[in-house]
């Protein structure tokens, strides 16, 4: 599990490490440790799979988001930031959490239908109609066809 990811759902929902630990059934002393190993571990620790699933549901998140592989921030800026739409990572995942258009249309633009959803979520598909406009026009062009096979599978 990438911790960096866990920490920023974390702050964005005021969790403290015994909060995290009742939501993943295990001990705030597990919790401690995942922390401390990931520190060693560039951000990464093992838990076992009926842990992780446990914590991803009580999370009501993604799975994908806590396995996300960490991107070289200069990669990600000019990917996701090249516009100060939001100035830092942070508020970037902070918008995408708490579903807000310029976000998921960023999301969207830049990893398309299938790997957006994968990180956020079936809104991706759902408030298409309502993003849609913050997308640049080219890439808007080649989305709009595909919103109905992705949303009619839905």
């Known amino acids: 599990m990438y911790l960096q990811a866990l920490k920023e759902i974390m702050k964005e929902k005021g969790l403290r490490k015994a909060d995290v630990a009742r939501l993943a059934g295990v001990s705030r002393a597990c919790v401690t440790r995942w922390f401390r190993l990931g520190s060693r571990q560039k951000g990464w620790v093992n838990v076992e799979s009926k842990t992780f699933r ?19 921030f200069a ?64 890439r808007r062009r080649e989305l709009e066809p595909l919103w109905p096979l992705y949303h009619s599978a839905q």
């Open 54 to 72: 446990q914590l991803q549901q009580a999370l009501n998140i993604s799975p994908y988001f806590l396995m996300g592989v960490p991107m070289d």
């Open 75 to 138: 990669s990600f800026q000019t990917r996701f930031l090249w516009d100060r739409l939001y100035p830092d990572r942070e508020a970037f995942v902070e918008g995408i959490f708490k579903k807000q258009e310029p976000a998921l249309a960023r999301l969207v633009e830049v990893l398309g239908f299938h790997e957006a959803g994968a990180i956020a979520g079936d809104v991706v598909l759902k408030k298409f109609p309502q993003y849609k406009k913050r997308i640049k026009p080219i």
